[in-house]
C-alpha cells in the first residue's frame, strides 16, 4: 500500500469512528446540554499565571439537574481493564451488586506477564522463591521509595490470585501458563550488568487480553453489569467527604448518568501515559518518548477524579515503563533479540552506551541525544548467528535465522553491503557512525571496552558484510505513579486520612514503586501481578463496606 | 456481545439516521453517486456491498425493509425505507450468533498463537452493525487496536484496515 492510499484510508477510518461516535442522535443530545453547561470538564491547558496546571482546578460539580440517569449498586468500579474486572469479580463474589463503567466499546487492557509468587504452578514445580528476599530487592531498586506494607500484601496474596484468576479461564478452556525461563528461582540471572529477575511470570496464550475478557465472562454471567462508553467523570461527595458515587458521560449520547454506591467506588481507570499536562508535571522523565498504548484511553481520570475530591497524588516524579520495541504500534509484532548486547547507537551516530544494560532503561540514555525520539539502532554484521553462541545467556528477546528473516522482510531490519549505505538508510550521520563502528571494532580488538566498560565476552566485530541495523524503539507502557492507598486499598488525603467510600488499584494508586525514575525488573510481570492483586482486594475490602 | 439488549435503542436510533441523512451515508469513503433508492438497490450488485451477499442469497430489499413505497416516482426519498426490526435483532432473525461465533474463527492468529474468534473476544458493547455495514463497505473495527494476518484475507466490501492510530 503507498502512503496515499493510506493516507486516505486512514482519513476514511477516522471519520468512520467519528460517525458512530457522534451520531446525530449524539450530537442531539449533547446540544440540548451545552449552551447551559458550567465547566463541568477539566482544562488540558496549562495554567501559566498561578503555575499550576489546569486539570488541578477541580471542575464546577455537575449538576444534577443535567443527569439523565440515576443508578444505584453496592460497588461501582470505575474502569473495565485487568485491576477493574477483578475488583468486579471479587465484589460479586463477596456479595456485592456491582456496576463496572468503562471508556470505550470493550473490556481491554496491555500486558502479557503476570508477576506472582507460591501460585500453584511454582508449588507443583516446587519454585519456592523467598518473598522476604524478592521484596527486599525490589525496594532496593525502588530506591527505598515504595511503602514497603504495599509490597508485602502483593507478596502475600499474588499467588492466590493467579489461582484465583486460572480456575476462571480454565472453564474456558485457557490454562495459565508459568514462565520458566525469563528469571530464576534465587532471583540471580547471571551477569552483574544483565537485569536478575526472580522467576515470577505467569500468562495466558494472547494475553492479559484473553484472561481478563474470560473473567468479565465469569462476572457477567453472575450478575455484574458493564457499561460501555461511560468513563467516570466526577466523584460524587457527601458533606462528611464519604464518596457516594460518581457521575459519568456517555461518549455516544452525552448524557451524564450518576452511579450511586452503597458500598463504595473503586478507581480502576489505569495511568495517565496518555496525558500529556500530567506526564509534564509527574514525569517529565518520560515527556520526548512516544506512548506504546492504544486506544489513548489512559488519560488519568482516575488520578483526576481522586485528586478533586482531596486524595494525595504519590511524591513525583513517578516511575515510567519504558521499554523497547520497533513501532509504537502495540499490535505489531517487534524485532526479535531485544536486549542482546550487539553495538548500540543513538540517532547522532554516537555509541549509545554499555550494551549490558537492560532493556527497560535504554530509553534514558536515548533521551540524551538531541531532540530525542526514543529510538536507538543494534548494528550487527553477518556474523550474528556466531556472536549469539558467545553471549552467555540473559534474559532477552529471542531471535533465530527464521525470525531473523522474516524482520528483515517486514523492513524491521535493515540490510546494507557497507557501513555508509548502513547509515544512509538508518538516517544516520554517515561520518559519525563510521566513526563510531571502526571504534568498536578497536575495543573489540582489544578485549577491553575502554569507552563504557562492557565486559569482554559481549563485544563482537561489525566487520563481515552485510551489515544490518535493527531500530529500536523506546516508548512508554505505562506511568506507575498514582494516589495513595492504605493496605485495605482505600485512598487517603494528605493527612493520610481515609477518605471513605473510595478505593484504588492498578497504576491508579500509588505508593508500589515509589517514584524510582524507571520500573525495575526484579520480578517479573510485577505491573499486572499488582493490578489483578489489588483488584481483587479492593473489590473484597469494599464489598464489606 | 453478552450485553446486547440495552444498546438496541441507540443502535435503531443511529440507523434510522444513517438512512434518513442522504448524502451523509458514509462519511467514511468518498462516494458520489446519489443516494437514492436506486443506490441502495444498486447496492446489491456491489461487491463492495454486504448487501449483494444477501441479494444473491435471494433476498430482497423487503426482506429487511419495510415500507417500501418506491416505485419510481419517490426515488430521491430515502426516509420511506424503514428497517423491519432494529440493530441486532434484525440480523439474528436470520444469522445464528453462536453458529458465526463457531464459524469465523482464526487459528492461531492473535498474539503469540491464541485463536482469534471476533465475534465474542471481548465483552464488549459491540454490535452486527458496529462492523457490518449492507449499504457501503463494512469497517473492520478490530484492526483500530489489533493487527493480524486474517485481516489481510477479507473480502472487498471491506475497507483495508489499518494500524492502530498514533
Known amino acids: 500500500m503507498n502512503s496515499k492510499n493510506k493516507k486516505t484510508t486512514d482519513m476514511s477510518r477516522r ?20 449552551g447551559v453547561a458550567p465547566e463541568v470538564e477539566a482544562k488540558t491547558a496549562l495554567v501559566q499565571s498561578n503555575g499550576k496546571y489546569g486539570f488541578e482546578t477541580p471542575p464546577s460539580p455537575i449538576p444534577s439537574r443535567m443527569i439523565r440517569e440515576f443508578a444505584t449498586a453496592d460497588v461501582i468500579v470505575v474502569g473495565g481493564g485487568i485491576s477493574g474486572v477483578m475488583a468486579a469479580k471479587s465484589a460479586q463474589e463477596n456479595g456485592a451488586k456491582v456496576i463496572v463503567l468503562q471508556k470505550g466499546p470493550v473490556v481491554m ?139 459519568a458521560k456517555h461518549e455516544i449520547t452525552g448524557d451524564y448518568i450518576q452511579f450511586n454506591a452503597k458500598k463504595g467506588v473503586i478507581l480502576c481507570t489505569g495511568d495517565y501515559g496518555n496525558n500529556p499536562d500530567m506526564l509534564q508535571k509527574y514525569c517529565p522523565a518520560a515527556v520526548g518518548l512516544k506512548s506504546y498504548y492504544t486506544p489513548r484511553h489512559n488519560t488519568g481520570d482516575g488520578h483526576l477524579m481522586g485528586i478533586w475530591v482531596g486524595a494525595e497524588m504519590e511524591n513525583g516524579i513517578h516511575t ?31 555509541r549509545l552506551c554499555n550494551e549490558d544494560i537492560p532493556f527497560y532503561l535504554m530509553a534514558n540514555q536515548t533521551l540524551n541525544a538531541t531532540n530525542p525520539d526514543g529510538l536507538y539502532y543494534n548494528i550487527l554484521d553477518s556474523d550474528w548467528e556466531e556472536n549469539l553462541k558467545q553471549f552467555p545467556p540473559r534474559v532477552a528477546g529471542a531471535i ?12 524491521l531490519i535493515i540490510k546494507a553491503d557497507k557501513i555508509e549505505e548502513l547509515a544512509n538508510k538508518l538516517n544516520l550521520p554517515a561520518e559519525t557512525f563510521s566513526k563510531t563502528v571502526a ?30 541495523g535493527i531500530p529500536r524503539l523506546c516508548c512508554i507502557s505505562a506511568i506507575l505513579g498514582g494516589i495513595n492507598i492504605n493496605t485495605k486499598m482505600q485512598v487517603l488525603d494528605k493527612e493520610q486520612h ?48 | 456481545m453478552m450485553i446486547f439488549t440495552k444498546y438496541l435503542t441507540a443502535i435503531l436510533s443511529t440507523f434510522l439516521v444513517i438512512f434518513s441523512l442522504s448524502g451523509h451515508v458514509d462519511a467514511g469513503e468518498k462516494d458520489n453517486s446519489s443516494q437514492t433508492v436506486k443506490h441502495y438497490y444498486d447496492s446489491i450488485k456491489s461487491e463492495n456491498n454486504l448487501a449483494k ?43 445464528d450468533l453462536k453458529e458465526v461465533d463457531n464459524k469465523v474463527v482464526y487459528k492461531g492468529q492473535g498474539p503469540s498463537g491464541a485463536d482469534v474468534r471476533p465475534h465474542s473476544q471481548h465483552v464488549a458493547d459491540i454490535h452486527c452493525a458496529t462492523c457490518h455495514s449492507m449499504h457501503r463497505k463494512s469497517n473492520l473495527m478490530c484492526a483500530k487496536c489489533h493487527v493480524q494476518k486474517w485481516m489481510k484475507t477479507l473480502p472487498k466490501r471491506w475497507n483495508t484496515p489499518l494500524k492502530t492510530e498514533n
Open chain 1, 109 to 247: 487492557c496491555h500486558g502479557f506477564s503476570m508477576g506472582c509468587i507460591d501460585s500453584k504452578i511454582q508449588i507443583e514445580k516446587n519454585i519456592r522463591i523467598n518473598k522476604m528476599n524478592a521484596i527486599t530487592e525490589l525496594n532496593y531498586q525502588s530506591l527505598n521509595k515504595p511503602k514497603f506494607e504495599l509490597l508485602k500484601l502483593w507478596a502475600e496474596h499474588s499467588g492466590e490470585t493467579f489461582n484465583w484468576i486460572d480456575d476462571m479461564t480454565t472453564k474456558h478452556g485457557v490454562k495459565g501458563i508459568f514462565i520458566p525461563n525469563a528469571g530464576t528461582e534465587s532471583g540471580e540471572s547471571g551477569g552483574k550488568y544483565w537485569f536478575n529477575s526472580y522467576c515470577t511470570g505467569h500468562k495466558w496464550k494472547g494475553g492479559m487480553i484473553v484472561a481478563i475478557n474470560l473473567v468479565a465472562k465469569e462476572a457477567v454471567k453472575a450478575g455484574v453489569e458493564f457499561r460501555f462508553n461511560t468513563p467516570g467523570k466526577q466523584l460524587v461527595q457527601d458533606k462528611s467527604g464519604r464518596i457516594t458515587g460518581v457521575i
Open chain 1, 498 to 545: 481515609i477518605i471513605h467510600g473510595l478505593y484504588a488499584a492498578g497504576n491508579v494508586s500509588g505508593g508500589f514503586f515509589g517514584g524510582a525514575n524507571d520500573y525495575p525488573f526484579p520480578i517479573i510481570g510485577l505491573s499486572v501481578g499488582r493490578a489483578t492483586t489489588f483488584g481483587r482486594l479492593a473489590g473484597r475490602y469494599a464489598a464489606k463496606g
Open chain 2, 53 to 95: 451477499v444477501h441479494g444473491d442469497a435471494g433476498l430482497s430489499c423487503i426482506d429487511c425493509h419495510s415500507d417500501y413505497t418506491a416505485k419510481g416516482n419517490s426515488k430521491s426519498d430515502t426516509s420511506v425505507l424503514k428497517l423491519k426490526s432494529s440493530g441486532d435483532e434484525l440480523c439474528l432473525k436470520c444469522h
Open chain 1, 439 to 468: 571504534r568498536y571494532n578497536e575495543l573489540v580488538e582489544k578485549g577491553v571496552d575502554e569507552d563504557f566498560g562492557k565486559i569482554a565476552v559481549d563485544l563482537s566485530f561489525i566487520k563481515k558484510a552485510p551489515f544490518y
Open chain 1, 320 to 350: 515510567k515503563m519504558a521499554h523497547v520495541h520497533s513501532t509504537p504500534d502495540f499490535a505489531d509484532s517487534d524485532a526479535p533479540g531485544r536486549g542482546m548486547p550487539w553495538l548500540a547507537v543513538q540517532k547522532e551516530g554516537k
Open chain 1, 400 to 411: 533465530d535465522r527464521q525470525s531473523f528473516d522474516e524482520a528483515l522482510s517486514r523492513g
Open chain 1, 15 to 34: 471519520s468512520f469512528m467519528k460517525t458512530s461516535a457522534m451520531s446525530a442522535l449524539g450530537v442531539a443530545s449533547a446540544s440540548l446540554i451545552s
